[in-house]
């Protein structure tokens, strides 16, 4: 079955960085779409960052344009979440995702456990 194994997370001074890991299994890791998303206390789970199968098409939210970089090794079947130059408002549960095309068409999602982020000093 799918399983994402999510890794990475812990707590950082502001300013600092984290590098965040999500390893799949159970299905083709390749041909998969990767999102990362955050869930911030009181709000809603949001897509931060996505990037496709090949790894050249990447996307971000304005959020954490230019601090976060999305990338994936299909070899390792793991796709990461470089974090830099955190800030408070960072602190978040962030959660991998990943799409896979069904056969006769759609596509199914899959999460990641979540892996907790906190920025504080």
């Known amino acids: 079955q799918v399983q994402l194994v999510e890794s990475g997370g812990g707590l950082v001074q502001p300013g600092g960085s984290l590098r965040l890991s999500c390893t799949g299994s159970g299905f083709v890791f390749s041909t998969s779409v990767m999102s990362w998303y955050r869930q911030r206390p009181g709000l809603e789970r949001d897509m931060v960052a996505h990037i496709g199968t090949a790894g050249d098409a990447t996307s971000y939210d304005d959020s954490v344009k230019g601090r976060f970089t999305i990338s994936r090794d299909n070899a390792k079947n793991t796709g990461y979440l470089q974090l830099d130059s955190l800030k408070p408002e960072d602190t978040a549960v962030y959660y991998c995702?990943?799409?896979?095309?069904?056969?006769?068409?759609?596509?199914?999602?899959?999460w990641g456990q979540g892996t907790q982020v906190t920025v504080s000093s």
């Open positions: 995702r990943i799409d896979i095309l069904r056969d006769g068409g759609g596509w199914d999602d899959y």
